[in-house]
T-cell receptor, first 115, second 112 residues
Framework: EPEVTQTPSHQVTQMGQEVILRCVPISNHLYFYWYRQILGQKVEFLVSFYNNEISEKSEIFDDQFSVERPDGSNFTLKIRSTKLEDSAMYFC?????????????FGPGTRLTVL | GQSLEQPSEVTAVEGAIVQINCTYQTSGFYGLSWYQQHDGGAPTFLSYNALDGLEETGRFSSFLSRSDSYGYLLLQELQMKDSASYFCAVRVPYSSASKIIFGSGTRLSIRP
């Protein structure tokens, strides 16, 4: 069964450093998302991406964040200058355009720890 | 603001039935989803209701009442593997499209 994959599973970085989180969505999906979940808290929407551009972004997704689809398979989230409060689990998700179109498939997540 | 309310914890017995409620206050509404998340895992989609009524998928059912801004997830024949957190999530209009707002989650504990 196709699945969303994310790398790395765990990223540790120093405050102020740039990080890039990588995702490979399901191959025939066209809608892509990033969410974050601070430990013990709810999942929060960051950004959605469609047709090679951001379709929506939340208040959390400020100028420190950017997304890119550098090729036909990868979808990346970049944080330019990490802060302690960026420590969280980051989930990528993708959604198709046929069948259960409201179903978002989540990747296993990348745990980001900012020291 | 926009908010979703669901109980923080529910405990049930293996083999029993449990209902997890969700009420929402949002600016606009497209639909209500339910996701399951095991500790350390990713959310997994369970169901989506855009119209009033009950949707059944195996042991899980989801209900929506748009007039009451209320929905619930019903889990039947509970199994130990159903121990997880369950999130309701509402799709709302946002800018020119939509976004999903998640509730804080209900931790379901199943005891033998």
């Amino acid at each position: 069964e196709p699945e969303v994959t994310q790398t790395p599973s765990h990223q540790v970085t120093q405050m102020g450093q740039e990080v890039i989180l990588r995702c490979v969505p399901i191959s025939n999906h066209l809608y892509f998302y990033w969410y974050r979940q601070i430990l013990g808290q709810k999942v929060e929407f960051l950004v959605s991406f469609y047709n090679n551009e951001i379709s929506e972004k939340s208040e959390i997704f400020d100028d420190q964040f950017s997304v890119e689809r550098p090729d036909g398979s990868n979808f990346t989230l970049k944080i330019r200058s990490t802060k302690l409060e960026d420590s969280a689990m980051y989930f990528c998700a993708s959604r198709g355009t046929s069948g259960r179109t409201h179903e978002q498939f989540f990747g296993p997540g990348t745990r980001l720890t900012v020291l | 603001g926009q908010s979703l309310e669901q109980p923080s914890e529910v405990t049930a017995v293996e083999g029993a039935i449990v209902q997890i409620n969700c009420t929402y206050q949002t600016s606009g509404f497209y639909g209500l989803s339910w996701y399951q998340q095991h500790d350390g895992g990713a959310p997994t989609f369970l169901s989506y209701n855009a119209l009033d009524g009950l949707e059944e998928t195996g042991r899980f059912s989801s209900f929506l009442s748009r007039s009451d801004s209320y929905g619930y997830l019903l889990l039947q024949e509970l199994q130990m593997k159903d121990s997880a957190s369950y999130f309701c999530a509402v799709r709302v209009p946002y800018s020119s499209a939509s976004k999903i707002i998640f509730g804080s989650g209900t931790r379901l504990s199943i005891r033998p």
